[in-house]
């Protein structure tokens, strides 16, 4: 039973406040039980793919006719073609091809790349139905020899069985029947190409010859193939009035609900992201609308998302959990009190013939219109084709309900700019970078292929430059039905792009054709930031879109090839998502995952869930789990994460003191190191920055430390909080002994990381603070110019420390930088959001992604703390005391900034007129705070028309240097101050949070 609720409060004068927006919660589904006979179901192991594999088995290895190649073949490339002849009078319905080639082979059909294998014994599927048409087919193939000693055989092997919609398939093998060529000619992979200089292929044996042996019998599984989605439905009878109906669905990878032909909810790629051998989660939906008295049908679609993870072109092994899969229950509880349960069983049918042929995060989604099943969802619908689904084994991990917003689309981008580079080749700029899918809108003839691949920038010849995305194919398909106008969008995956360029449109595009869905975990907004300096306002915007790109129920790179949950992104940056975003339970999730996956020894990975299976068990990467709990509980006043992740982060921290701890009390494990820190420009040093990997790595395994010693303080734990303050004491005399020169106050390396990071952990003797401090800034503007020198993990904490040891003007030179290294080089060349390096736009651009926001650091936290001046206190954490102090610094006239904290809505907004401070703020209800109002004259420091000092609510506390500090209460205040300090005035330094 759902239960509602909403709250109000009110002031001291007893005046009410409006009330809060309705939220709704209700008990889940707890114990397998609960289930009722629900079963796990799903279709692993379709038989016609035996039936492909098997024409394999006849098909022969071959080569082009020189010497003996299973042997010995030159290492050179070699060419192969196929004329291929369809009926006119049949539909192709599939076209399964297999291959494989030693050394790497890429195959062609139609004209159009399908496929990409490297290297012996791997086996690539690919489904060429949406490039084969009635008549002549080219089917082409280039196949490689790379260089190798002594022996180098050389060989490539492929089958192809089409299926139409009726009568018997079509079956090509690899054979003499395919001519080959040591040189091409351009337009040798298209159907009109002729040329009497190539010659029949050689055929080196059938499957099982020298060297190659058996073809792989571990690899002939559908782990190599696109997957069609599974289309599963269930009709039943209701015959008595419905009081709630509520429906419950795990559906492996992402799923579809639809009850009576309605799809219910506006979510994307559901359910949230897991290892799901460790967890599965389960969404809820209440469907009593849709359910009815009489007939009824269920229909839920299953598609691949990272469940079913094999793609077309895949450089590193990809972890796969199996086919997707369904479990499923329908509560229904009567107007008479009774009750029923609708669940998943053996008497659901299932279908893969429907129209999303693919969908994966990398490659794309394929939909064929044609393919649609009008009513499919709804009863009375004919599915006597369809094939009983069948009983699955579960997917291993604990059942859970989903208790993090779901993935939606929040905002729709228009093109901006439409072009034709080539004949029939459009490409369409949204001006911005986004997360998302583009949608379509079409007419045009039945049959016709629509291909939209998405990137970022484009070439001279204006095409799109694909080299960024590596092996990701990023093409969304869709095949017309020729019917009207056609909208589409795929609903099973994304990619972050700018650009998408459209091939095989019917006519001409305009800019309602497309329409770009930005797609991202639908995070509550909760803050808001502007300023009178517009590189800062856009570098702040480019951040937060960051977050939205990054966001996807796991924080994951959102380009490239790789799109892994890697563990060192968010750590502090998160911190900084939260001052624009409610991302609390976003995070709860993301530690979730990582409890369940920690290594019996304590040790984590860096990638999480485990998408990627390797594990180097480093320091730095995995300390977000110390890092984000203790954020989250400043930030909120809520110890639930130390709670629930006290034992992972004990045991985290003691692996690495069983593992890596040396007797001087210093690490030397440290992988990544300083992340493409501007040392790494130009390729001039590696990507691990020019800091000292082991004093990382140390100065980590202290601030881990120190954070496990605060938990156990908070969570009661004395005897713990002890062992870990008199470990972490020893550790910071050790790295300070290892990597501190007390007669220069520098540190190893000598790099703005060095310093930065050592101050931001509280590492630096207290005696050399002040010297250290002086280094840092000598660098940074003086060395540096002005610019930063850090990477990843420096930037996570350069810009508030700065603020911090009495130096924001510094941090606020390194923000209004245009020349590189800075964020606003940049967006000088075009970036709408951070690189993951500086020199992105010269390096290779293959190597990192356009579209990260790992390079901006914390710097959204930077402009309300410094800019804005909203704080929290560590002591009365979760801005039950706030701190209001912001700083006049540069150009800047005028501040406005809010965040809505657990209590409530928190803003500050300073403007600087002539020579006075206007100060507006407001503190929520059940809070306190303390204010800093800048000032050079205290006396002249009035709130509303009175004195301040006199003022109801507000109390002296202090006078500093550059403020007057007062205390205040709950409520809306305005300062009014004299100003007439220089505009690069310092402030006093203050203590490092």
């Known amino acids: 039973m759902p239960c509602w609720w909403k709250v109000r409060t009110w002031d001291q004068l007893d005046r009410a406040s409006d009330w809060s927006r309705p939220a709704m919660w209700s008990m889940g589904l707890l114990t397998p039980d609960d289930w009722h006979d629900a079963r796990w179901i799903g279709l692993d192991a379709p038989e016609e793919e035996a039936v492909e594999l098997a024409d394999l088995k006849q098909a022969s290895w071959t080569w082009y006719p020189e010497g003996n190649p299973c042997v010995h073949a030159p290492p050179e490339t070699r060419y192969f073609r196929r004329t291929l002849s369809l009926p006119a009078d049949r539909t192709v319905r599939r076209a399964m091809c297999f291959f494989a080639a030693d050394d790497q082979c890429v195959f062609y059909a139609g004209g159009a790349q399908v496929g990409i294998g490297r290297g012996h014994p791997g086996l690539i599927g690919v489904d060429l139905a949406g490039h084969l048409h009635p008549g002549d087919n080219q089917l082409a193939a280039t196949a490689t020899n790379v260089p ?26 690899s054979d003499r029947l395919w001519k080959c060529s040591t040189t091409v000619e351009e337009g040798w992979e298209t159907a009109d190409f002729d040329s009497p200089q190539w010659v029949p292929a050689m055929e080196l044996g059938k499957p099982g010859i020298a060297p190659w042996g058996i073809p792989w019998p571990d690899r002939w599984s559908s782990e190599h193939r696109r997957l069609p989605a599974r289309y599963l439905r269930r009709e039943f009878h209701v015959d008595k009035p419905i009081q709630q109906a509520t429906a419950y669905v795990c559906g492996l990878g992402f799923f579809d609900l639809h009850v009576n032909g309605q799809l219910i909810g506006d979510q994307l790629m559901n359910p949230a992201l897991t290892g799901y051998d460790k967890r599965a989660l389960y969404a809820t939906f209440d469907v009593t609308p849709q359910v009815r008295e009489g007939e009824n049908a269920i229909g839920v679609v299953l598609a691949s998302g990272r469940f079913f993870a094999p793609r077309r072109q895949t450089p590193v092994p990809m972890h796969t959990y199996g086919y997707p899969k369904l479990l499923f229950e329908l509560h229904l509880q009567f107007a008479d009190g009774t009750e029923l349960s609708i669940t998943s069983d053996p008497s659901w ?38 094939q009983p689904a069948g009983v699955v084994d579960p997917p291993g991990g604990e059942l859970e309900a989903q208790m993090i917003e779901p993935i939606r689309v929040t905002e729709v981008l228009r093109p901006v700019a439409i072009t034709e580079p080539k004949p029939g080749v459009f490409m369409v700029d949204f001006g911005q970078a986004f997360y998302g899918v583009v949608r379509l809108a079409v007419s045009g003839p039945a049959g016709t292929r629509v291909a939209m691949r998405t990137s970022f920038n484009v070439l001279p010849d204006g095409t799109l430059n694909f080299l960024n995305d590596r092996s990701a194919l990023n093409t969304d398909v869709y095949v017309l039905k020729g019917s009207g106008v056609e909208v589409w969008h795929p609903r099973f995956r994304g990619n972050a792009t700018r650009r998408v360029q459209v091939e095989g449109f019917p006519g001409t595009p305009t800019v309602d054709s497309f329409a770009g869905l930005v797609t991202h975990t639908d995070h509550e907004p909760v803050g808001d930031f502007a300023c009178s300096n517009p590189l ?26 790789e799109r892994m949950p890697w563990s060192g992104h968010p750590a502090k940056t998160s911190e900084s ?127 881990n430390l120190r954070i496990v010693e ?35 106050a520098r540190y190893e390396s000598q790099t703005q990381c060095s310093y930065v990071v050592p101050l931001a952990f509280g590492l630096v003797p207290e005696e050399h603070r002040t010297a250290v401090v002086a280094n840092l800034v000598d660098d940074v503007m003086n060395r540096h110019g002005g610019h930063t020198s850090v990477g990843l993990l420096g930037m996570q904490w350069q810009m508030q420390v700065l603020t911090d040891v009495g130096h924001p003007e510094v941090a606020y030179s390194i923000a209004t930088r245009t020349e590189r290294p800075s964020w606003g080089y940049m967006i000088s060349k075009g970036a709408t959001t951070s690189w993951e390096r500086w020199d992105t736009d010269t390096q290779d651009g293959g190597m990192n992604g356009e579209s990260q926001k790992i390079l901006s650091g914390n710097f959204e936290a930077w402009c309300y703390q410094t800019l804005a001046g909203i704080n929290y206190d560590p002591e009365e954490p979760g801005f039950k005391h706030v701190v ?12 406005d900034a809010s965040h809505t904290s657990m209590y409530g809505k928190i803003a500050a907004a300073l403007r600087r007129e002539q020579e006075r401070i206007l100060l507006r703020i407001t503190v929520p209800p059940n809070t306190k705070a303390t204010v800093y109002v800048p000032t050079d004259d205290p006396g002249s420091v009035r709130e509303g028309q009175s004195p301040a000092e006199e003022s109801d609510g507000v109390r ?27 505009p690069h005035h310092k402030n006093r330094e203050s203590h490092v949070q």
């Open 148 to 173: 190798s000693v002594p022996q180098n055989p050389a060989g490539w092997i492929a089958s192809l069985r089409v299926q139409f919609d009726q009568g018997p398939p079509l079956v090509v093998l």
């Open 349 to 386: 049918k299932l279908s893969t013939e429907g129209p999303v042929r693919s969908s994966n995060e990398f490659d794309g989604e394929e939909y064929d219109a044609r393919r649609e099943m009008p009513g499919w969802a709804s009863p009375g619908f004919d599915d006597s084709s369809w």
């Open 577 to 703: 998502e939260g001052w624009a975003f409610n991302v609390a339970r976003f995070y709860e999730h993301f530690l979730h995952n990582y409890r369940v996956h920690q290594a019996d020894d304590g040790s984590l990975q860096e990638i999480l869930p485990p998408y990627w299976t390797f594990n180097s068990k480093d320091t730095i990467w995995p300390s977000v789990v110390t890092i984000i709990p203790d954020w989250y509980y400043n930030f909120y006043g809520d110890d639930r994460l130390l709670r629930d992740n006290y034992d992972m982060m004990k045991r985290f921290v003691l692996y690495h003191q069983r593992a890596n701890l040396k007797p001087d009390f210093t690490l030397d494990k440290c992988n990544y190191g300083d992340w493409v820190d501007t040392a790494s420009i130009g390729g001039n040093s590696a990507n691990q920055g020019a800091t000292s990997q082991p004093l990382l790595g140390t100065a980590y395994f202290y601030h």
């Open 956 to 982: 002296l506390l202090r006078v500093e240097p550059d403020a007057a500090v007062f205390a205040v209460g709950s409520g809306d205040y305005t300062f009014l101050s004299s100003w007439r300090a220089p």
């Open 710 to 744: 605060r938990a156990a303080r908070v969570l009661g734990k004395t005897d713990d909080e002890h062992t870990f303050r008199q470990l972490a004491d020893k550790v910071r005399a050790g790295f300070n002994r290892r990597f501190f020169d007390p007669q220069s």
């Open 536 to 561: 800062i306002n856009r570098i702040y915007q480019n951040a937060r879109w960051g977050t939205r790109l990054q966001n996807r129920s796991v924080p994951m790179e959102p380009d490239r090839d």
């Open 884 to 895: 209001v102090r912001p700083r006049i610094l540069g150009d800047l006239q005028w501040v």
